[in-house]
């Protein structure tokens, strides 16, 4: 890969070499712009992630990785939907789409500008638990994000045009997504059924009605709450000096002032305890189906083997249900399965498409017969072998670029708060055994814990003439 | 094609892009190594595609193509796929109408099983007749879903109206009735004609060296007949020369999904580069002028982009967006005169300036990883390229001048020669859309789920 884990010989060295470095950056600094070193954490057999603290509760996550002359530069913020009220449901996301806008010393439209010049690929996502803003940019222009992002942490500027611009921005993207995509329609209403108390019920994206509410107060209010250094990372990878890039981090953040962040009020989602049904009619030709059963949160133990017990089942046209429902029976067009990386309790989602001419009715009776089948038998150890080699195959992958990686770490940080986490979960798909994924089976796969939705076509334009 | 259309005569490529192998007969090989990961990426590339499906039998490649991975000598269709899975391996194909391209991702350690694997099922599918009536019944299950796909619609029938009657206008999935009525001997047939080793270009990145490589590819080859196909050229695509407006009804959207273009340019095309530069400006970046105006100033739409893509020949040049429906008759409007007054007024010098820095700099991100670099040379030899396309490429971007990006608008972009392929819901704003579009010499309006 791209180092080689030093010795301890080595590790020594660097631990004193970064002191005296520290040493000199902190040197006359005010408490809120010293830089801490929390540690080394491996990312692999030959990857290093260095972690740092500014005095100001910034985290700070390295990388080097010299194979192009490009970095990556992640800043993941630790909150998402989650965080939001009803009534103020799709906050984070619309507030994300604010971040490109003006800032004290950067008029509207130049964040964008400035970096398309510099040569950056930049963006932003936001889901339930996290939002995170990304740029990869040559490594002679690393110094250009640095200020831009450190600025917009502190200095946005928010003004009555542009949140109601961009508010019709969101709306747009809502109706592209969710209102005439069945799919997301689909899965939205799969997530507002399976929930009942817990902030997943609700889209990231928002309920229309309350994008259309918003106000600049609400989008200045949220600011003050959750933007602050102390609620971020900052994760950078790619080919650059350490010493260089974190005097001028603490140049640009060390000035940033922390917030109280407040306390999350969350709401346990309570068993479920019967299974919930409902149908529903789409502009769409086939009939199609959503399942989801409660599942476990992302950091729980039982995460990795019912993520494999779902590759089993799901995952490409070796899997059990494609070979049955697609291939053997031909009662499905297309199948997927997924199970939820939330920070709480997820789901174990399935989705099918009936072929023209069959239903969803039949669709889940070869459903329900698969998932009976991993409750009574342990999978085959070829199957078992078989996952393990694809999930490593999907994180070398993800390895590819130093954006990859960036988004690996900050991921993995932000919800499990292990930088290295991709490797250790590796390590535990390696673990795993049949009986793993017989437990896991017989205490998620139940029918009193999950949520069917139905779909079924609306007229044809033949029908309807 | 016109003569002031030729800049780079493709014939003087050949020798230039390889790195192993005669051009005659023999596969042509390229490599980029990387130590980084232990991760292989393989190509394998047919110089032939869809474009040369049998009037009546469109889809016929594609549905070959599938085959592949459905049974070869001593495997069934499931003991390809489980293999395929067990050894820490993926394998797609894709079909566009010039272009065959088997890839495969692979952990270093199953290399030599994955190209063995890939050698069979190049050289010795089964197509078997069982398998192929499944994959023909998935096919028209899969053609009725795309229906779903409100974009997938839009492209569909901008295409078919852009390159009326020329093969990027044919359907490369093919349809309902065309796919159904394939044989066994269409695909055998079709299989043969695509197969040689002549016709084959191989590209591997990551944890290989180059030596090995080059045995790797024989390798994978060694079984094909050593002949060149007989070669099926495209056609140049030619403008249609007038407005023409397609109308994808489909009840109850809330948004629209737009699409605005005709033919494009190539980059044997003189003014190609000089062209992506004015392109780059009206709707290629997130502060482009088609984004300002539409996005930033308005709200209209998520999205606002032009792109400017090629093909062995020119593509289409497209402007895409997707407004509300309510916005839609007044964004296609905008759209024209934004058009309009690219093609009229040009770009400004200091926007030409901030086109460079842009493409320039993020050159780097076009080969920050050992398998785009091999694409790059990989597509010399596919889209006929001028041999220093990708090589030069910074230094053509910084040599355009205002006077040339402004002439290559006037001579390549049309507000005249136009399609408009807008999906929305007809009874709705059918009409505020035909009369935002003035000077249309035909209108169609199509159901969506009409074959």
């Known amino acids: 890969m791209t180092q080689t884990v030093p010795t301890t010989k080595e590790n020594d060295r660097a631990s004193q070499k970064r002191a005296e470095l520290l040493g000199q950056l902190n040197a006359n600094q005010p408490p809120g712009a010293r830089l801490e070193h929390e540690g080394s954490i491996p990312l692999g057999p030959a990857m290093l992630v260095q972690r740092y603290r500014l005095g100001n509760g910034l985290t700070l996550l390295t990388s080097i990785d010299a194979s192009a002359p490009v970095v990556s530069y992640h800043t993941w913020f630790a909150v998402g939907s989650r965080h939001e009220k009803l009534g103020k449901t799709g906050l984070a996301h619309l507030f994300e789409h604010l971040m490109f806008n003006e800032t004290e010393n950067h008029p509207a439209g130049s964040f964008d500008r400035t970096l398309e010049e510099a040569g950056a690929e930049s963006n932003a996502a936001t889901w339930v638990d996290w939002t995170f803003y990304h740029e990869s940019i040559p490594k002679d222009r690393v110094g250009l994000v640095i200020e831009l992002e450190a600025e917009r942490m502190a200095k946005l500027v928010l003004r009555e045009p542009q949140v109601t611009s961009e508010k019709e921005v969101v709306a747009n993207e809502r109706r592209y997504r969710v209102d005439d995509d069945v799919e997301g329609a689909v899965s939205e209403l799969l997530y507002k059924t399976a929930y009942t108390a817990h902030a997943y019920s609700w889209p990231t994206i928002g309920w229309m009605a309350d994008i259309e509410g918003f106000t600049t107060e609400d989008c200045a209010l949220f600011y003050r709450t959750y933007y602050a250094p102390n609620n971020a990372t900052v994760v950078v990878v790619g080919d650059f000096k350490e010493k260089d890039l974190l005097a001028k981090i603490q140049k640009a953040y060390g000035r940033l002032e922390s917030a109280e962040i407040p306390v999350e009020d969350v709401k346990p989602e309570p068993p479920q305890a019967e299974a919930r049904r409902l149908r529903v009619k789409k502009p769409t030709a086939t009939d199609k189906i959503a399942i989801a059963y409660h599942g476990p949160a992302f950091g729980d133990v039982d995460h990795v083997p019912l993520t494999m017990l779902c590759e089993v089942l799901f995952s490409g046209r070796s899997s059990r249900a494609h070979r049955a429902l697609v291939q053997d029976e031909e009662i499905a067009t297309e199948l997927r399965g997924w199970v939820s990386t939330f920070r709480d309790p997820g789901l174990f989602e399935i989705y099918a498409t009936a072929r023209p001419g069959k239903t969803s009715a039949e669709l889940l009776v070869a459903l329900d017969r698969e998932i009976a089948k991993v409750i009574a038998e342990p999978v085959t150890l070829a199957e078992l072998d078989k996952v393990k080699a694809k999930v490593e195959l999907a994180l070398v992958q993800s390895l590819e670029t130093a954006g990859g990686k960036a988004e690996q770490i900050g991921f993995y940080h932000t919800v499990l708060g292990d930088p290295g986490g991709a490797f250790s979960r590796l390590d535990a798909y390696r673990r795993t055994t049949r009986s793993d994924l017989l437990r896991v089976a017989r205490r998620y796969l139940t029918n009193e814990r999950r949520t069917i939705i139905e779909v079924h076509p609306e007229a044809s334009s033949d029908e309807r003439g | ?451």
């Open chain 2, 1 to 451: 094609m016109s003569e002031d259309d030729v800049s780079h005569a493709p014939s003087h490529v050949e020798e230039a892009k390889a790195n192993h192998g005669p051009a005659n007969g023999e596969p042509r090989i390229f490599v980029e190594d990387s130590r980084a990961l232990p991760l292989v990426s393989i190509a394998v590339a047919l110089r032939s595609g869809a474009a040369s499906d049998p009037v009546a039998k469109d889809g016929l490649t594609r549905v070959m193509v599938r085959m592949l991975r459905r049974g070869c000598r001593g495997m069934t269709s499931h003991e390809f796929e489980e293999t395929v899975d067990a050894l820490g391996a993926e394998i797609s194909a894709d079909v566009s109408s010039s272009v065959i391209t088997l890839h495969a991702d692979v952990i270093s350690r199953s290399l030599d099983r994955v190209v063995d694997l890939m050698a069979k099922m190049m050289a010795e599918p089964t197509f078997d007749e069982v398998e192929l009536g499944k994959l023909l019944r998935e096919t028209q299950g899969e053609i009725v879903e795309a229906r779903d796909n409100d974009r997938s619609l839009a492209t569909r029938h901008f295409r078919r109206l852009v390159f009326e009657g020329h093969a990027y206008g044919r359907r490369i999935g093919g349809t309902i009735p065309s796919v159904l009525g394939l044989t066994q001997a269409d695909v055998r047939a079709c299989h043969a004609h695509h197969f040689q080793r002549g016709n084959i270009a191989i590209a591997f990145a990551g944890d290989v060296r180059e030596a090995r490589a080059a045995e790797l590819a024989q390798r994978l080859v060694a079984a094909l007949p050593n002949r060149r196909p007989t070669p099926s050229e495209i056609d140049s695509p030619e403008r249609q020369g007038k407005r023409r407006l397609v109308f994808v009804d489909k009840p109850e959207r809330t948004q629209t999904q737009i699409l605005l273009g005709e033919v494009g340019s190539h980059p044997r095309d003189a003014d190609h580069i000089a062209l992506h530069l004015a392109t780059t400006i009206f709707g290629g970046t997130f502060t482009s002028r088609m984004m300002r105006a539409i996005r930033s100033d308005r709200g209209w739409s998520y999205g606002a982009y032009a792109r400017l893509p090629y093909d062995k020949q020119r593509d289409a040049f497209s402007m895409w967006t997707f407004p509300a429906a309510k916005d839609a008759a007044a964004c296609i409007a905008l759209e024209l005169e934004l058009l309009q007054a690219w093609r009229e007024k040009g770009i400004s010098a200091r926007e030409l300036a901030f086109a460079k820095r842009y493409l320039v700099r993020s050159h780097a991100f076009d080969i920050d990883t050992p398998q785009k670099r091999v694409h790059q040379r990989l597509d010399i030899d596919l889209f006929d390229l001028p041999a220093d396309y990708h090589d030069k490429y910074v230094d053509h971007v910084q040599a355009v001048t205002l006077d040339e990006a402004n002439e290559a608008t006037r001579r390549r972009i049309s507000s005249d020669d136009l399609v408009v392929s807008v999906v929305g819901t007809h009874a709705e704003i059918g009409e505020a859309v035909a009369t935002a579009v003035p000077g249309l010499a035909k209108v169609e309006v199509v159901a969506y789920d009409a074959e």
